[in-house]
């Protein structure tokens, strides 16, 4: 299905996975930087560490995208974004970075931390927009989670996305208020990356 745009003049139109999609790299920024201050991070270092992870996030998601559908970037122009691609390619671009500038390994690990508490916050309102767009349509199923799409009802990933995804932001807060340090990083590793194995069982 197409995305839901508005259309503004003759030229331009506003879609709403892109508006999501941009709403969320700005909410995990701030989310980050938020974070960064509890764990007295240095503001400079943050920024930086932030500014790596989106630049390099977009373009590691491309390049994954590019893997899996290689015939798009030549057809189409645009070959989207995946979310693990992003994902793994601003983790590295901030440990790189940190490794160049001379950060031990136990000051790289708060860092890594904050990537992993605002990563959950940004990917649930980037995936609004593909919930609203109804662009990842699953295997059939007459359950309660399906949506109707044409031809029939089918699991909609999105939906399901966001519902994992605001569960996590749910259990973080949660784990904030109890433990000082919870590894955020690896719990988020973790979690989405095991949804992530069940939920492209249904594609």
Same mark, same amino acid.
């Given at each position: 299905? &197409?995305p839901?745009?508005?259309?503004?003049?003759?030229? $331009?139109? =506003?879609? &709403?996975?892109?508006?999501?999609?941009?709403?969320?790299? /700005?909410?995990?920024?701030?989310?980050?930087?938020?974070?960064?201050?509890?764990?007295?991070?240095?503001?400079?270092?943050?920024?930086?560490?932030?500014?790596?992870?989106?630049?390099?996030?977009?373009?590691?998601?491309?390049?994954?995208?590019? !893997?899996?559908?290689?015939? %798009?970037?030549?057809?189409?122009?645009y070959?989207?974004? *995946?979310?693990?691609?992003?994902? $793994?390619?601003?983790?590295?671009?901030?440990?790189l970075?940190?490794?160049?500038?001379?950060?031990?390994?136990?000051?790289?690990v708060?860092?890594?931390?904050?990537?992993?508490?605002?990563?959950?916050?940004?990917? /649930?309102?980037? %995936?609004?927009?593909?919930?609203?767009?109804?662009?990842?349509?699953? =295997?059939? &199923?007459?359950?309660?989670?399906?949506?109707?799409?044409?031809?029939?009802s089918?699991?909609?990933?999105? !939906?399901?996305?966001?519902?994992?995804?605001?569960?996590? =932001?749910? =259990? $973080?807060?949660?784990?904030?208020?109890?433990? *000082?340090?919870?590894?955020?990083? &690896?719990?988020?590793?973790?979690?989405?990356?095991?949804? %992530?194995?069940?939920?492209?069982?249904?594609?």
């Amino acid at each position: 299905m &197409s995305p839901r745009c508005l259309p503004l003049g003759d030229y $331009f139109e =506003v879609c &709403s996975f892109h508006l999501f999609l941009y709403s969320g790299m /700005l909410f995990a920024y701030w989310i980050g930087l938020r974070q960064a201050r509890r764990m007295s991070i240095p503001s400079p270092l943050i920024h930086r560490m932030m500014l790596s992870a989106l630049i390099c996030g977009v373009l590691g998601a491309a390049a994954f995208k590019w !893997v899996y559908f290689p015939v %798009r970037l030549w057809r189409f122009g645009y070959i989207g974004l *995946a979310s693990m691609g992003g994902i $793994f390619g601003g983790l590295l671009s901030v440990i790189l970075m940190l490794w160049a500038l001379g950060n031990p390994w136990p000051g790289v690990v708060p860092c890594l931390d904050v990537l992993g508490y605002c990563a959950p916050h940004g990917l /649930l309102v980037g %995936r609004v927009g593909c919930a609203l767009s109804h662009d990842h349509p699953g =295997v059939r &199923s007459g359950g309660f989670l399906a949506v109707r799409f044409p031809g029939g009802s089918r699991y909609d990933l999105g !939906v399901l996305e966001v519902g994992f995804l605001a569960c996590l =932001v749910l =259990v $973080f807060a949660l784990l904030r208020q109890k433990f *000082a340090q919870p590894w955020y990083c &690896s719990l988020f590793l973790c979690a989405y990356g095991f949804f %992530r194995l069940i939920i492209d069982s249904l594609h």
